[in-house]
T-cell receptor, first 119, second 118 residues
């Protein structure tokens, strides 16, 4: 069974600074997706960034980038130039390569990291 | 991105009554939808996988007779909490996976529904 571990329950960062959120996972699969989702106080889940396991290049989305270390099963999220609007719960998630039907392809979430950006 | 709409966003009901929550994919067809439950300050826990035209697949420990899931069309899945009790109070979130060209590995989430059972 796959597991996702986020070892930092809470973190804080000053506005405009950089912060890195940690995530490790355990799987015997070779092909899979990894995600970071953001959940602000509104509770809406928002996709931050996605990484396909077969891609060696780290994904980037504007101020958000990941450090994907497949051998180490590590998938950290770096937020640069932190903004007050980045304050939220951040969930790391794992998804097996898609198969149609059944529970394959669902997201397995870590317990989340509460990030507070301070002015 | 694709839009998934959940309704109602908040519902309060009396103990013993049933509550239905709808999850709609507005601009794509969703062959598979997932229902999650989230307790305060906790992660999302998968309850069941809903496949259009077939019975839902429930995760271990989830009572299928209590949490009825129907996925009658490619754009609508419903979760009915039957004979609700205060311990069923929670935040319920649906997500949908697109089909065809929308099948990119990403799941699209609804806004969530907060259920409070008095």
């Amino acid at each position: 069974a796959q597991t996702v571990t986020q070892s930092q329950p809470e973190m804080s960062v000053q506005e405009a600074e950089t912060v890195t959120l940690s995530c490790t996972y355990d799987t015997s699969e070779n092909n899979y997706y990894l995600f970071w989702y953001k959940q602000p106080p509104s509770r809406q889940m928002i996709l931050v960034i996605r990484q396909e396991a077969y891609k060696q290049q780290n994904a980037t989305e504007n101020r958000f980038s990941v450090n994907f270390q497949k051998a180490a099963k590590s998938f950290s999220l770096k937020i640069s130039d932190s903004q007050l609007g980045d304050t939220a719960m951040y969930f790391c998630a794992f998804m097996r390569t898609l198969n149609y039907g059944g529970s394959q392809g669902n997201l397995i979430f870590g317990k989340g990291t509460k990030l507070s950006v301070k002015p | 991105g694709a839009v998934v709409s959940q309704h109602p966003s908040r519902v309060i009901c009396k103990s013993g009554t049933s509550v239905k929550i709808e999850c709609r994919s507005l601009d794509f067809q969703a062959t598979t939808m997932f229902w999650y439950r989230q307790f305060p300050k906790q992660s999302l826990m998968l309850m069941a996988t809903s496949n259009e035209g077939s019975k839902a697949t429930y995760e271990q420990g989830v009572e299928k007779d209590k949490f009825l899931i129907n996925h009658a069309s490619l754009t609508l899945s419903t979760l009915t909490v039957t004979s609700a009790h205060p311990e069923d109070s929670s935040f319920y979130i649906c997500s949908a996976r697109g089909s065809g060209g929308r099948n990119t590995g990403e799941l699209f989430f609804g806004e969530g529904s907060r259920l409070t059972v008095l």
